[in-house]
């Protein structure tokens, strides 16, 4: 079975670039979560999505980062401008029903800012 | 105070030590909680969920405490292979789902 899958496994771009991060769910979950994970800050939940529609973006850190997901197979986590500051892993997760189900992670995005 | 706290560690046991850990959290709304392990720059795995009534699975054993607010995590018997970052999570419910991760407790298993 295919798990959950994100593109691009490493991404090196300098500061003030447009990054975007992709991610394809396991197929039939209906929930989506993005997170970032450092080693000062641990793993941050983002944002999350439930039948593609955003449910909580509380943790999206500013108005340079925004998530879409058109439909229920993909979802995207953009950065625009990048920042050094944005360098992280960042993962891509999906559960049959929200929070109270177990998540399953991709491999994650590493992703680094100069 | 943090929403879910981990002792950090690193714990270092001899392999076939026991060896328990426990998260806390602060809300007493919570609803889900879960236990994953992380290695080292790889993805968080679901290790396993934690039932109001204890669960087992092989030589992992989960609680919860709903009067202390905690969860734990026993491992017997340990092997090299358990050495990882445990992370604990919790779910509260409201107006929609809130999940929070622990900062995760660094295990070492020693041979």
């Known amino acids: 079975d295919a798990g959950v899958i994100q593109s691009p496994r490493h991404e090196v771009t300098e500061m003030g670039q447009e990054v975007t991060l992709r991610c394809k769910p396991i197929?039939?979950?209906?929930?989506l979560f993005w997170y970032r994970q450092t080693m000062m800050r641990g793993l941050e939940l983002l944002i999350y999505?439930?039948?593609?529609?955003?449910?909580?973006d509380s943790g999206m850190p500013e108005d340079r980062f925004s998530a879409k997901m058109p439909n229920a197979s993909f979802s995207t986590l953009k950065i625009q401008p990048s920042e050094p500051r944005d360098s992280a892993v960042y993962f891509c997760a999906s559960s049959f029903q929200g929070g109270n189900q177990p998540q399953h992670f991709g491999d994650g995005t590493r992703l680094s800012i100069l | 105070r943090k929403e879910v706290e981990q002792d950090p560690g690193p714990f270092n046991v001899p392999e076939g030590a026991t060896v328990a850990f426990n998260c806390t959290y602060s809300n007493s709304a919570s609803q889900s909680f879960f236990w994953y392990r992380q290695d080292c720059r790889k993805e968080p795995k679901l290790l396993m969920s934690?039932?109001?009534s204890g669960n087992e699975d092989g030589r992992f054993t989960a609680q919860l405490n709903r009067a202390s607010q905690y969860i734990s995590l026993l491992i017997r018997d340990s092997k090299l292979s358990d050495s990882a970052t445990y992370l604990c999570v919790v779910t509260l419910y409201s107006s929609a789902s809130k999940i929070i991760f622990g900062s995760g407790t660094r295990l070492s298993i020693r041979p």
């Open positions: 934690v039932y109001s």
């Open positions: 999505f439930n039948n593609n529609v955003p449910i909580d």
């Open positions: 197929s039939g979950h209906n929930s």
